[in-house]
């Protein structure tokens, strides 16, 4: 069964999941590490490493995942000073703790991917007990991680929506660096600057495997410095990169890639190596604020998995929150947002569970890249956020819920909400649906597509800007939206308004403000749902429903990535549980 639990204490915890090995591990079955990636290849490989980690410990290798200071479920934030060495330190005390928990005085093996690797060679330096590393996409300079990240970073398409271009503003402080909607500060990315593939003789590591990345070569300077320090070094074609670390919904486990490093590991027995104290660890993370635990709910299919919130001497009313996954993204939220609004939130006093639902994060299920889009929407879904309401309240943490979810968390919120007397307010970002049909997709497609027809579009197509491929599918998409729009038009003959799904969510509408839930629909330009609303005319009647708030947000992400976004959101969110504090509960009247 995993293991997650933190290392360190305080501002210098590291969140981290133990995935013990299923048989006795072997001395040719050296415990492994997993040094994770930075941004956007950290969200999007998540789900995928997690299912790695679990091949490895079938396979004999006591696995541990972690995640690095000021990311993920880890204490720190981007602004911190010194977080280049806090990462080192960080997986400095991971290996260490590692080889000390499983008894491995021949020391651990290491697989780093992206600038992961980097660290763990400085780790080694810093003396990480660390026989045998395993390097996959790693620079072999801090400043090539960078300027690779500035390409990404200018490369991103989601700046600003056709209806904000003119003023729109990213956010970004002077100096700092955005990308993937993950910061770098200007200290950090000087330190990050300084880093470079270095090994020394006499270190505890023995052997490397260096890994290309679906045919780009690996660095030479990594090779060139570990081969100078007497290690003895393999090359090797590193398979699946771009699926590995595409989307958190389509991320798969590169089977081919894992299957040559389980060969590679168990090739031959590490020198023994006499380990530093491991360091302190706990399921429990005590910060400033309060403290943050894990949590688990055994269910028929597997186990639920969150990070529970708690303030400085306990609840102070009977509020909570309930942070939903944005799609396949676990339970840190968009960009780690609410990993940080949770811990604003308990500053306030008010507990939340941030979850992890079914086979999504480090919940089980499904494994990673099986989830297609509709599954997030399925209705076992519903049961599980019923059940983790059930648990905050047998706990004594809140009698009211605050839920917060994007994307198919914002639908869960919603749904929730009208569902379950318990919700009192439910704050909804770039939800995906408020009401969920199969074929909604492929409505949604026709819609979008067939706006071709609108002169811009045409003007687009003459220039080149859209690909010839898409004609078939536009022709598609318009006959489909001219079905729909035909539809339509009878039903407006007939005096049926906008349709049964349409009316479906109008009379959801009702049952929240008749008990006064509060609802913030919050838009990025061109969401669908947003889209939708405009159509249906809901925003124009919003007399109707008094509990409901409509808001825009800058760019265009969905996932919010621009900062700008993210501090507007956060901004909306935090507007929320002011005006819930202020409002006594019933039972406090």
């Not at 969200?43 to 004999?60: F, N, P």
């Not at 390097?135 to 500035?150: A, M």
Request: with cysteine.
């Amino acid at each position: 069964m995993k293991v997650p639990f933190y290392i360190g204490t305080g501002d210098e915890a590291t969140f981290a999941v133990l995935h013990p090995a299923e048989e006795p591990r072997s001395a040719a079955r050296p415990p492994v590490l997993i040094c994770p990636p930075w941004g956007w290849t950290d969200v999007a490989s998540y789900r995928a490493r997690r299912e790695w980690a679990d091949r490895l410990a079938a396979a004999g290798f006591p696995t541990l995942r972690f995640d690095l200071p000021a990311t993920g479920n880890s204490a720190g934030r981007p602004s911190d000073s010194g977080i280049i060495g806090s990462w080192v330190s960080a997986t400095l005390a991971a290996a260490t703790w590692l080889a000390d928990a499983e008894g491995a005085g021949g020391g651990i093996a290491a697989l780093g991917i992206g600038v992961g690797g980097l660290l763990a060679m400085a780790a080694i330096v810093a003396g990480a007990p660390i026989a045998a590393l395993a390097l996959w996409g790693t620079p072999g300079r801090g400043k090539r991680f960078v300027r690779e990240t500035q390409a990404f970073s200018r490369m991103q398409p989601w700046q600003a929506g056709e209806s904000d271009k003119a003023g729109f503003d990213p956010g970004v402080p002077d100096g700092w660096m955005e990308a993937g909607g993950f910061l770098l500060s200007p200290e950090t990315l000087a330190e990050l600057k300084a880093i470079e593939a270095e090994a020394v003789p006499g270190s505890a590591l023995r052997r490397a495997l260096l890994l290309d990345r679906d045919g780009i070569p690996v660095d030479p300077e990594l090779a060139t410095a570990l081969e100078g320090a007497g290690v003895e070094v393999e090359s090797a074609p590193g398979v699946g990169w771009e699926g590995f670390v595409s989307h958190p919904e389509q991320a798969l486990v590169p089977a081919v890639t894992a299957a040559r490093v389980e060969r590679w590991l168990a090739g031959e027995p590490t020198v023994p190596v006499e380990p530093a104290p491991a360091p302190e660890s706990g399921a429990v993370l005590n910060l400033d604020f309060g403290r943050e635990s894990v949590i688990s709910l055994d269910e028929a299919w597997g186990r639920t998995v969150g990070i529970l919130t708690e303030p400085a001497g306990g609840a102070g009313d009977d509020l909570c929150g309930l942070f939903f996954n944005a799609g396949a993204v676990r339970s840190v939220g968009p960009n780690r947002m609410w990993a940080e609004t949770a811990r604003r939130w308990a500053a306030q006093g008010v507990p939340s569970l941030r979850v992890d639902l079914q086979g999504i994060g480090d919940a089980d299920g499904e494994p990673a890249g099986a989830l297609q889009i509709g599954d997030f929407y399925a209705d076992h879904y519903a049961a599980q956020v019923s059940g983790l309401l059930d648990e905050l309240e047998r706990r004594g943490l809140g009698k009211r819920f605050v839920l917060v979810g994007l994307c198919s968390g914002g639908y869960w919120s919603f749904r929730t909400a009208v569902d379950d007397p318990r919700v009192v307010a439910a704050l909804a970002v770039n939800a995906g649906a408020l009401r969920w049909v199969p074929d909604l997709p492929r409505r949604r497609e026709a819609h979008r597509t067939s706006r071709a027809l609108e002169g811009r579009w045409w003007r687009k197509l003459l220039h080149g800007e859209i690909e010839p491929s898409r004609i078939a599918q536009l022709m598609r998409a318009v006959a489909v939206n001219s079905l729909a729009l035909l539809r339509r038009a009878v039903r407006r003959l007939l005096g049926r308004g906008g349709g049964p799904l349409k009316a479906r969510i109008e009379g959801d509408l009702d049952v929240l403000r008749d008990r006064g839930v509060h609802l913030l629909l919050a838009f990025s330009d061109d969401e669908p749902l947003g889209e939708e609303v405009e159509r249906d005319h809901l925003r124009e009647r919003a007399s109707r429903w008094p509990n409901v708030e409509f808001a825009t947000l800058p760019g265009n992400d969905h996932t919010l990535r621009p900062l700008a976004a993210q501090r507007a959101a956060g901004e909306l969110l935090d507007a929320e549980l002011a005006r819930l504090t202020a409002t006594p509960s019933p039972s406090a009247r």
